[in-house]
């Protein structure tokens, strides 16, 4: 049973448009996320964090968004660069207890130029 | 990488023999994971740490044993290699303190370990 899903495998963007990444979670536990990014044959790198006390965290062009009745997050990217073509993961966790962290399978985006 | 080194970092070895990856962290970090990454599946935790010898069951861990004997490292034991442990296998480092802020109670993560097994 998949905890959390991101259910677009991929999604191309233009260079300077938006990119909306999305994420759904089934447990109502999770109270913190994640998103990481990742290059081939590279570790994954922490991008951006929310705490479900939010609703919205930004850090430059990188916004996540949290919907915590649909259990639903999603990422902004504005606009998209061809830098950020890569493999994005988003998590959960549980702040209490032993963290443990659930991935999604990931989306692979890609911006043209 | 933040002071995380996984060993080796490529290995091919034969179905049936053991497998033993390493995970080292300079960071004096609490709490240590394995991960392994498959196409279609994304990362997917194995075991995980929250202390010396403590250790527990993450989402994938028939086959995987784990060990955790020194606050530094981390070790995942494969006892007898099948050919669906052919994966890439990430080793990630977490500091817990205080309640979650923007920022804070992240993972870090190596650089992997690519393990074949024919």
């Known amino acids: 049973d998949q905890q959390v899903k991101q259910n677009s495998p991929s999604l191309s963007v233009q260079e300077g448009r938006i990119s909306i990444l999305n994420c759904d979670y089934t447990?109502?536990?999770?109270?913190?996320f994640l998103w990481y990014k990742k290059y081939p044959a590279e570790g994954p790198t922490f991008l951006i964090s929310?705490?479900?006390?939010?609703d919205k965290n930004e850090d430059g062009r990188f916004t996540v968004f949290l919907n915590k009745s649909a259990k639903h997050l999603s990422l902004h990217i504005v606009p998209s660069q061809p830098g950020d073509s890569a493999v994005y993961f988003c998590?959960?966790?549980?702040?209490?207890?032993?963290?443990?962290?659930?991935f999604g399978t990931g989306t692979r985006l890609k911006v043209l130029a | 990488d933040a002071g995380i080194t996984q060993s080796p970092r490529h290995k091919v070895t034969e179905t049936g023999t053991p497998v033993t990856l390493r995970c080292h962290q300079t960071?004096?970090?609490?709490?240590m994971y394995w991960y392994r990454q498959d196409p279609g599946h994304g990362l997917r935790l194995i075991h995980y740490?929250?202390?010396?010898?403590?250790?527990d069951k993450g989402e994938v861990s028939d086959g995987y044993s784990v060990s955790r004997s020194k606050t530094e490292d981390f070790l995942l034991t494969l006892e007898s290699a099948t050919s669906s442990q052919t994966s890439v296998y990430f080793c990630?480092?977490?500091?817990?303190?205080?309640?979650?802020?923007?920022?804070?109670?992240?993972?870090?993560f190596g650089a992997g370990s690519r393990l074949t097994v024919l």
């Open positions: 990630a480092i977490s500091d817990q303190r205080g309640p979650p802020h923007p920022g804070a109670n992240v993972l870090t």
């Open positions: 998590a959960a966790s549980r702040t209490s207890g032993t963290y443990k962290y659930i």
């Open positions: 960071e004096n970090h609490r709490y």
């Open positions: 447990n109502s536990m999770f109270d913190y």
């Open positions: 929310i705490s479900s006390i939010k």
């Open positions: 740490s929250y202390g010396v010898k403590d250790t």
